[in-house]
């Protein structure tokens, strides 16, 4: 086998595995060099999101759901069943199983598309040479006119809560727990905290969420934010904000946590403690030290506007890089710097990319905020309208929460779209296609939506910009 490549990526993410498919769709000669392990200890493509991050825990998430739904909501339909158990050994099984075959996925993709995938830890060295490292430290150096730098991000760790992987646990911990904890703290109130309590909670833990921060979700629009807090309390979910962890001892009978909040110091014993605070950059050990390539002061790689670094022939993407650390973000720029090599026209537009949180009910939004287009000073108007006048949610007997859209005082562009609600993570993609095109509200509201579905909220939240929703008063 040839060690000279057209494009090596380093980094089998949802980023860079996606660039690697687009470069030899392309027609370019490419490798990718991956280092994930799976549970078998064999190479696991798909980095984070595949293993240990999106897909998981949307399996997770499903599962729990399935199982509140028999305990908690089925008996509004008439449904009861006696004793109702979960057995977390399966599962945790299905969530396994579901991971090895989005793997084993994109290995065969690798295959069909004929990427050559490299098991080891990639260093660039000058020159555009990836030096890659074996787990057993055997080493091999090959060489491309183009490197992709891809290597994601890492949980971050707490100094005094640091990862055993077994009682102080990050998102890879708690997906694998192998019984439901009885008490589970979790540090953090963002995406991953939230979606990871959920899961549990559902199952029967306690679950206590410790946010430094003193409001709640503080990156979404204030109302949905606000209809969030209410359900996850209504729910059971005990997030304490303005508190900060200072002291995390694990003991025999669990882990000892201080924190303070606006009352002073507080204690909490629990079985398990979730450390969810963030992400970081994973650039150790990518780079030598005379590849001319820059790193900020978050260890992020410094790119321009098309993911280049500045050297000649190397690019970086994903959440190694600037910009919201999602999937679909880097999965994007993976396929724009691809075509860029290629010498065609890549694209991404940051001003539509989705949020989602997947907890119940969801959360999802794309665009501005009415505190963003405040601060910015641009005049906008809003209409929002309720799950609860939405013929198909009552009917689901999921009629929580509101589509609000934002949109331009006197153009009428929409500026953003924000939701909370059944379904929502498949409703904003409308609305990412109207803004990518964009649309004004009025063409929202011209668009024929079926009834009864839970899309007519998206409709009659731009009728309601111009006040003339139909379902509601105005
Ligand atoms: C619990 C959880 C849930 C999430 N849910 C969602 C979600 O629902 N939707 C969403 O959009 N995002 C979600 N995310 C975020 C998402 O996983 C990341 O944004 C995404 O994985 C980033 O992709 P990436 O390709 O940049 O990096 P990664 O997925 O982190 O992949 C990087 C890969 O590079 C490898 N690597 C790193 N350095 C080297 C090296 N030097 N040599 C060889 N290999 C190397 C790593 O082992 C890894 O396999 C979630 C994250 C977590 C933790």
Redesign the pocket.
Known sequence: MSDKFDVIV????????VAAIRAAQLGLKVAC????AGKDGKQA?????L????I???ALLDSSRQFYNLTHNFDAHGISADNAKIDIPTFVARKDKIVKQFTGGVAQLFKANKVTPFF????LLKGNQVEVTAADGAKQTISAANVIL??????IELPFARFDGKTIVD?AGA?DFAAVPKRLAIIGAG??GL??GSVWKRLGAEVIIIEALPDFLGSADADIAKVAQREFKKQGLDIKLGAKLGKAEVKKDGVHLVYTDKDGEQKLTVDKLLVAVG?RA?TD??LADDTGVQLDERHRIVVDEHNHTGVDGVWA????VRGP??????SEEGIAVAEWIAGKAGHVNFDTIPY?I?TEPELAWAGKTEKQLTEEGVPYKTGSFPFAANGRAVAMNEAVGQVKVIAHAETDRILGVHMIGPGVSELIAECVVAMEFKGSAEDLARIVHAHPTLSETVHEAALSVDKRAIHKGN
């Open positions: 380093i980094g089998a993410g949802p980023a860079g595995y060099v991956d280092a994930f493509l798909g980095g984070t999101c293993n240990v991050g999106c998981p825990s949307k080891g830890k990639g260093k891809a290597s994601g991000s890492v949980p998102n997906l995406v991953i979606e990871l992400r994973y050990g990518l993407i994903g959440d190694a650390m999602l999937a679909h973000k880097g989602v997947y």
